[in-house]
């Protein structure tokens, strides 16, 4: 499932990576990417495919800076490797399957607050709801298409929509990505001066 996750988030990010996606003998998957980049795609790509034999993965995204180098995200270092770091073993102690970090202290108290949930609600979804929600978060489609893809009513796929909540799990992904902009903005504009 990793080598099938890795290939997809390279695909995925293959004009936005700064370093490949890959994985430790630890099964810990790491990539490095632009900061223009939305690293939340990577994230509902892995929970939303993730089947019910997949064991549960904790998620962390951390901007900052990176030493200078080549190759793969797991052979690279910096300070925003040690801080990945910090907030994986903060977030097995949390029990949290996701915590994002920018940098800048006030985002990231609101970050620590909603991008926990934004797992949860993902982690409560049936394997139907996570394959509509799949294809209305990261592929972008909307419910008549999921509908046809899927080969059945479009009643079917409201259903999911409304027991998965997937519109409100869709809202608190804009929140967590517009938090995510802010504190990059923020970030970079204290590391300018």
């Not at 990945?84 to 977030?91: G, P, S, W």
């Not at 996701?98 to 202290?105: F, H």
């Not at 608190?172 to 970030?187: E, N, S």
């Amino acid at each position: 499932w990793l080598e099938q996750l890795t290939e997809r988030l390279g695909h995925l990010y293959r004009d936005s990576m700064l370093a490949g996606f890959d994985f430790t003998q630890g099964d810990e998957l790491q990539g490095l990417l632009r900061l223009d980049a939305d690293p939340f795609q990577a994230v509902l790509s892995g929970m939303l495919t993730a089947g019910d034999d997949v064991p549960e993965m904790r998620w962390v995204v951390v901007a900052g800076a990176i030493d200078p180098g080549s190759g793969p995200a797991t052979r690279r270092n910096g300070p925003a490797f040690l801080a990945a770091r910090e907030v994986m073993a903060e977030a097995k102690h949390r029990r949290d399957r996701l915590i994002v970090r920018t940098g800048e202290p006030d985002t990231d108290v609101l970050l620590d607050d909603t991008a926990p949930v934004l797992a949860s609600l993902i982690e409560r979804l049936t394997q139907r709801q996570r394959k509509v929600a799949q294809m209305a978060l990261v592929e972008g489609l909307r419910q008549s298409l999921i509908a046809e893809r899927l080969g059945v009513r479009r009643a079917t796929i409201s259903v999911s929509f409304a027991r998965g909540d997937v519109r409100s799990l869709s809202r608190l992904l804009d929140a967590v990505r517009r938090l995510w902009a802010i504190g990059l903005t923020r970030t970079v504009a204290r590391a300018a001066k």
